[in-house]
């Protein structure tokens, strides 16, 4: 997990650094949802809750954006056996919003879970909608890990 850490810091410090020669717009963002883990052997799924830091690179018919996410366990996951579990994630993305207040996005990247059993680094995409409120974005996402392809993440949340 340090190494990933280290990687998406590096990133997004990159990308303030040249800020000024690149055009687009910095957010952030809060999401939660359940981790559905595919597995005979899983009673309940966990709940993560994570922060989103994206910055827009602007395109003619949508937004290009590079994001970052960072989720956490607020609720253990539990096998049949009545053991508990959790799954912390970190994970840098580039995104594709389609244009207009209700919208499509589209999104791939790497994906770093740590759970009880270890850690795992891969490919990562997702797709969803979305609704833009005022100054705020809503929206509801599915994302499948390369990782594990038993590993998913549906979520909800809200950028500003």
Known sequence: MRQMKVIFLLVFLGMFATGQ????????????????????????????VGVLIGYELGVVLGDLALEGELTTTTSDGEFKGGSKFDLDTIAA???FRSAGPLY???????????????????????????????IAQVELEYTQT??????AFVSVGVQF
């Open 21 to 48: 020669a690149l055009a687009g717009d910095l957010y952030f963002g809060v999401k939660t949802g359940s981790m559905i883990v595919d597995s005979s052997a899983v009673k309940t799924d966990p709940t993560n």
């Open 104 to 134: 499509f996005k589209a999104k791939g990247g790497f994906l770093q879970v740590d759970g009880d059993g270890g850690s795992d680094t891969g490919v990562s995409y997702g797709i969803g909608v979305g609704l833009g409120i005022g």
């Open 146 to 151: 390369a990782v594990d392809p038993d590993l």
């Open 93 to 95: 993305y580039l995104a």
